[in-house]
């Protein structure tokens, strides 16, 4: 109670007295890359980006003989194409569990978190592009008494 304000004009000119937000720095490491792990299902993706031509290797083959589809391709590149760094960065990833829809998502979730370790500017676009969310869907467990997660046995009434 020692201190007493005067009204919104006081805590205006204190608000303004604050120290102003320092930007955040690029997180690199001493080869230039940024780091970042991806999840999405169960698969795990550890992913490095780095200045380049837009070379994805995704373990150890190129990302074209890797995911066949192009669906798949698409899905990895639409963080590139979110904040128009298409053909900048070469994406070098190791991938692990799940199929190839649920790494797919895992290694486009890993990209965006490293793109913004690399750029941190570019925080707000992805996000708003719910690219730095996990996907948490994942497959329900079978429950015992039942066929499958949900589906009975045929009921009978005879």
Known sequence: MAEQHQGLDS?????????????????????????ATGKRKNAVSRVWIKLGKGKITVNGRDSQV???RPVLRMIINQPFAAVNRVGQYDV???????????QAGAVRHGISKALINFE?????????GGFLTRDSRVVE??????MKARRSFQFSKR
């Open 141 to 146: 467990r079978k429950k015992y008494g039942k």
């Open 11 to 35: 805590l205006k000119s204190m608000q303004s007295a604050a120290a102003p937000v320092a930007e955040a720095e690029p997180k690199l490491d001493a080869q230039g890359r940024a780091y």
């Open 92 to 102: 070098i990833c190791s991938v692990t569990g799940g199929g190839l829809s649920g």
């Open 120 to 128: 941190p500017k570019l925080r707000p676009t992805l996000k708003t």
């Open 66 to 68: 890797y995911f066949a």
